[in-house]
Nanobody
Framework: QVQLLESGGGLVDPGGSLRLSCTASGTFKSIYVMDWYRQTPGNRREWVAGTFTGGNNTYANFVKGRSTISRDNGESTVNLEMNHMKSDDTAVYFC?????????WGQGTQVTVSS
């Protein structure tokens, strides 16, 4: 059983910052990719940022320059720090992992940017 547990969502002021974390647990040997996606009502899930184990980090254009994705905890945790947040960043954020056991999603965490 593999699980992803997200944390760090909530309400943030426009222009503020937020840090999301996602920790993988369970029986797996190798993590290949850990990504963040987001989804708003009525829209499909969109990719936000990604990190390849031992490779480069990549970002969607709409967060590039104001977000940082990182791995720690022996690389089983992925973090997403977002700065200069805008109302358009309001969404449910999902953690995604590809490992030797397959592909997995977290349950999602709500991020609301509003004053």
């Amino acid at each position: 059983q593999v699980q992803l547990l997200e944390s760090g969502g909530g309400l943030v002021d426009p222009g503020g910052s937020l840090r999301l974390s996602c920790t993988a647990s369970g029986t797996f040997k190798s993590i290949y990719v850990m990504d963040w996606y987001r989804q708003t009502p009525g829209n499909r899930r969109e990719w936000v940022a990604g990190t390849f184990t031992g490779g480069n980090n990549t970002y969607a254009n709409f967060v590039k320059g104001r977000s940082t994705i990182s791995r720690d905890n022996g690389e089983s945790t992925v973090n997403l720090e977002m700065n200069h947040m805008k109302s358009d960043d309001t969404a449910v954020y999902f953690c995604y992992m590809m490992c030797d056991r397959g592909e997995y999603w977290g349950q999602g965490t709500q991020v609301t940017v509003s004053s």
